[in-house]
Structure formats: structure tokens, C-alpha cells
């Protein structure tokens, strides 16, 4: 019997602090997305686990993982972007920009709306299920990968022409508050 590799050991190798801190705040969001595809890529593989061997440990603490990243840190990121990111593209005189910002924006209600069906069925599975249980059932699976689609096209759109639009229409001023804001809804001092 081949040994079972956690789930997470697998999906995260190299883990690492940040790059970035809050006082480079476009930077730090930049690194949430690379969390954010880390605890995506984490889910399709728990996803595949329990398909190919059904249930284990490794299961469940890969799901507390994912849920407590999508409970916690992505509402704060999405919160970052609707204070900082948007509002002045929203504001500003580039339709094609506006109309992309106002698309970003309807994805964050999608991915709250869809984070409660992905989120159920990942607490399903937080403890061992009960007997005859063998994988997660068709609406939970839809639930957990229209979950996950969600990000491919918004995470793209963010880095690729949002972020860079933003960061360079933001005063040195602009950035610190935004800095200074990021921190203080963390619970850090941004003195």
C-alpha cells in the first residue's frame, strides 16, 4: 500500500511568507492571488482525492484549509479592492475600464453566493462522513468547481488590466491610505 501524502504537503510546497508587505499594498494583493490560486489548486486536488480514494484525514484538513482561506482572508482581499482598487477606475473616463471594473465587481456577489453551496459541501467532509459515503454527490461537485471557475477569468482581468490601471492613477498619498486602511481592518498597526 503506497503511503498517503497529505493533501496539503502536496499542494503547497514552498510555502512561503510574503514577498510583500502592506506598505507596497498593490504588491500584497497581487500575493493574495497567488494564495488564492494556491487554495484553488488545493481544492481541485481534494476534489480528485476523493474520487480516485474516497475519504481520509488528509480530506479534512485540506477542506479546513480551503474554508478557513475563503472565510477569513478573501472577503478582507475583495473588501481591498471595492474601498481601493475600483472606486477611482469607476470614476475615471475609460468606458471599456468602467464597464470591466462593474463585471469585477458582480463577481464578487457571484463568489459570496457561491462560496455558501462550496462551502457546505466542503464541511461535509471536515469530519469523516457517515458509513456508505463514497464522494461528494453531483451538486456538491458542480458547487465545488463553479466555485472554482469563478477566479480564472476574474483573477486574469485583475492583474492584467485592473490592478495596473488603478496603481497608476493612485497618489504616493492615495497608496498610504491605502496601506494604512489594509492594516488597521487586519488588526495591524499601520503606525
Known amino acids: 500500500m503506497a503511503s498517503s501524502i497529505p493533501l496539503s504537503s502536496v499542494t503547497l510546497p514552498g510555502h512561503r511568507a510574503p514577498a510583500a508587505g502592506f506598505e507596497a ?7 493574495c492571488h497567488e494564495r488564492v490560486e494556491r487554495m484553488l489548486a488545493l481544492l481541485a486536488r481534494l476534489q480528485h482525492h476523493v474520487l480516485v480514494r474516497g475519504w481520509d484525514e488528509s480530506v479534512a484538513d485540506a477542506a479546513r484549509d480551503v474554508m478557513r482561506y475563503f472565510d477569513e ?3 478582507l482581499h475583495h473588501e481591498d479592492e471595492e474601498r481601493h482598487v475600483f472606486p477611482p ?8 475600464l ?3 471594473v462593474q463585471r469585477l465587481q458582480q463577481d464578487h456577489r457571484d463568489m459570496e453566493a457561491a462560496w455558501v453551496a462550496a462551502r457546505a459541501a466542503l464541511a461535509s467532509v ?8 463514497a464522494h461528494f454527490s453531483a451538486p456538491e461537485e458542480a458547487a465545488l468547481t463553479g466555485f472554482t471557475r469563478l477566479y480564472d477569468r ?5 492583474d492584467g488590466l485592473v ?6 492613477g ?3 498619498e492615495a497608496l498610504e491610505a491605502m496601506s494604512a486602511d489594509m492594516m488597521r481592518r487586519r488588526g495591524l498597526d499601520p503606525g
Open 25 to 31: 499594498p498593490f504588491e500584497m494583493l497581487g500575493v
Open 73 to 75: 482572508a478573501a472577503p
Open 89 to 96: 477606475l469607476l470614476a475615471g473616463s475609460d468606458a471599456v
Open 98 to 100: 468602467r464597464q470591466v
Open 126 to 133: 471536515t469530519q469523516a462522513p457517515p458509513a456508505g459515503w
Open 154 to 158: 476574474h483573477l486574469l482581468d485583475e
Open 163 to 168: 490592478y495596473p490601471a488603478a496603481k497608476a
Open 170 to 172: 493612485l497618489s504616493p
